[in-house]
């Protein structure tokens, strides 16, 4: 803890005394651009980074809320800290605007629509002329904050104050269950839909945040240029933008201020030779000590290594090449991003961060996790309603097309019990799961979950109803730690909002204690609580299964549904299953299993239901269902399993 | 045919193999077993160069093919059937089963006669043919688990891994591939096998390892493992 409270005093000690260190205004206007455009990128960190979406509309963005300060400011002369405020908001409003296409479109799509969408600003601006002064642009008087007049020294504190405090605000968010969110849409949406966090609601959320700091650094950057025109907020700006994202490294804060200071400071620094020359010499000594380290502690190999240290050194040489600067500036900005971008794909600091060995915070938080107090009990239990059906699916029929996946399959599960579901691979058993969970809407046909029809409601409110799952092919939140994986699972414990967790008010503070001894408590149930703080990508194939059976829980189901949760385990990990199962329904959990491994539904089912071709063939005890010859013919073979 | 040396594999900070080595002879069928987590499958991905080995060497033949790309130790004739099926699901299954014949396409290997092999891959796996035109996508997952086996055969490799191939597979499905898997044996294919069902994985192997906590712990001819109280104890409980 000591070590990063220290630099963060002397960062903070910098920044606060950087305009005495550096006195000529140009280099402190510069630094005021630095801070402005770092604002703005860990928003865009939000959407980009953590949620997996493409925005090229965040020019557009920072130019609604550069525009909404400059004609309030035009038309009614209003204060700074009212325009500043208004600029969020206005900007947060067509952030929401801006999210309606990333609910329906991704990847190159997305891209187009939100281009179409910082075009249409950028013209719109320049024609309602009434309004915005369109080509002329608007002029700012010097900004003037409770009566004094800031000059450029008093306004870059403005600007830092609000950089420290989006920063703060920016960072809790996104370790919060909020965070979480986003990031669990990323790593896989049907799983977070499955999870009770909406896809829908989560990504208009990180847009609309987004756009609020998009909003907040669009009315500093007015007043700190004094003068704005829409010719600014192109199509080059915000691809700008995106280049510092991906240059200084997704996923966190430092990535996005080294971003910020690259794009503002080194199309300056190319100006001037003397300066360039001291600047590649010193990345490729970087690049070539980085290198070495990496090929020795046998990261890379030699092969592998030998271009980018050849460009840097290249780029060396040729600074002291070249008698001018000027021809050369552009080329040399777009060579150096080419190669920042090729060669570290996750960042500059992404990269420091691997060459040094330093761990995310995820397992830090997962270390702590083992220290909290343990609930009284990790698996809630259920014991409403006592006996009667829990699940009646009457006369299910799914069509894709002119395939019937489910024929008139009518399904009743009572509760407390384990029902089994086999059959062929093919035969509808993983399309009942997917229509029991809201993913298919059922063509025809009837379901019901604790007497309320379930029919047509979203995968997100069905899982709050009490539904949780597990998937065939496994759909973790692979970049994120076993840990943050059943905290997702334990969104729904959470009523803190937005200012609960940027101030870390007391209730969050309890809410995200408790869930995190919860979901370490959870995984101590799966016996996955000595890799609470890995990765969920690099845990081994059995593993992943069980983790996405903790997630599950934590939903506090009344019913989970396990698919094929024996798949690709040996014998004795198998046994391991069979137990927890049983654990599972002790805590009156009703548990419907698809499974292969006979073994596995013979010892622990009450009841077996056959599929095959979409149709219920058998039904009964496993060892009538065992001994049917139907199912014999259709699934288990001639031979004794 | 297949030689690997004291090697040592992971995931980023993880090392998950450490100092593995084992052989698979020309026409054999070697077996590797272990629990979950032993780094089965992480074995599997360094030999076909999907992760870069730490340490130690990988033999193809007289071939080093240690942390070479993918796509050349492909090539040089070593299929890999992934675990979990990853089939190309947007192509047809005709179309699927072609693209494993790439590398005869391109000249890396003998071209022989695709036709006849794709016409003996459908004879091996009768439900392909039936669905020949559709979307691999589209097919159920003991369909795609024929299909990911099927194209590894199509490259006509001098050594086939299969990883888990009976994974996620109806009982009828299992029986089916482990007997394609002994008439592919007879017929001289050498495979590296990794199976969840270790005692159907001895039977039609061998030769077998016994990989604990990214160490071999013991190795023998098939026979002798399935009658080794320890193994028995440890892996061949339960059936499928």
Known sequence: MKRPLLLAAIGLALLVGFPFIVENPYYIHLAQTIAIYAILLFGLDIVVGYTGQVSLGHAGLFGIGAYTAGVLYMHFHAPLLLTIVCGIGATAAFGAILALPALRVTGPYLAMVTLAFGTIIQILINEVTDVTNGPMGITFSKPVLLGMVLDERAYYWVCSFLLVASLIVVHRLLRSHLGRAFEALRGSPIASDCMGVSVYRYKVYAFVISAGFAGLAGSLYAYSERYISPNTYNFELTVLFLLAIIMGGRKTRSGALLGATIIVMLPKLLDDLALFRYVSVTLAVLVTAGAGLLVARGKTTLARSAIPVAGSVALAVLSFVLTSMTDWRLSIFGLITLLVVYYLQDGIVGYVRQALGWRGHGADDAAQAALLAAPASAVSTSTAGGAGELVAADQVLMQFGGLKALNEVTLHVARGTIHGLIGPNGSGKSTMMNVLTGIYVPTAGAIAFKGQSIVGRTSARIALAGIARTFQNVQLFGEMTALQNVLVGLHHSYRSNLLDVALHLPRFRREEREATARAYALLKFVGLESLAGEEARNLPYGKQRLLEIARALALNPELLLLDEPAAGLTAPDIKELVVIIRKIREHGITLILIEHHMDVVMSVCDVVTVLDFGQKIAEGTPAAVQSDPQVIKAYLGSEAH | ?240
């Open chain 2, 1 to 240: 045919m297949l030689t690997l040396t004291n090697l040592h594999a992971g995931y980023g900070k993880v090392e998950v193999l450490h100092g593995i080595s084992l052989e698979v002879p020309k026409g054999q069928v070697v077996t590797l077993i272990g629990s979950n987590g032993a780094g089965k499958t992480t074995t599997m991905r360094a030999i076909s160069g999907m992760i870069a080995p730490r340490e130690g060497k990988v033999m193809l033949g007289d071939v080093d093919i240690t942390g070479r790309d993918s796509h050349r130790i492909a090539r040089l004739g070593l299929a890999h059937s992934p675990e979990g099926r990853r089939v190309f699901a947007t192509m047809s299954v005709n179309d699927n089963l072609l693209l494993g014949a790439f590398p005869r396409y391109t000249g890396a290997r003998a071209r022989g006669d695709i036709a006849a092999d794709l016409e003996r891959a459908m004879d091996y796996f009768p439900r392909l043919k039936e669905r020949r035109t559709q979307l691999a996508g589209t097919l159920s997952g003991g369909e795609q688990q024929m299909l990911a086996m099927a194209r590894a055969m199509m490259m006509n490799p001098e050594v086939v891994l299969l990883d888990e191939p009976s994974m996620g597979l109806a009982p009828i499905l299992v029986d089916e591939v482990f007997r394609i898997i002994s008439r592919l044996r007879a017929e001289g294919v050498t495979m590296l096998l990794v199976e969840q069902f270790a005692a159907a994985a001895l039977n039609v192997a061998d030769y077998g390892y016994v990989l604990e906590n990214g160490r071999i712990a013991v190795h023998g001819p098939a026979e002798k493992l399935k009658n080794d109280p320890a193994v028995q104890a440890a892996y061949l409980g339960g059936s499928h």
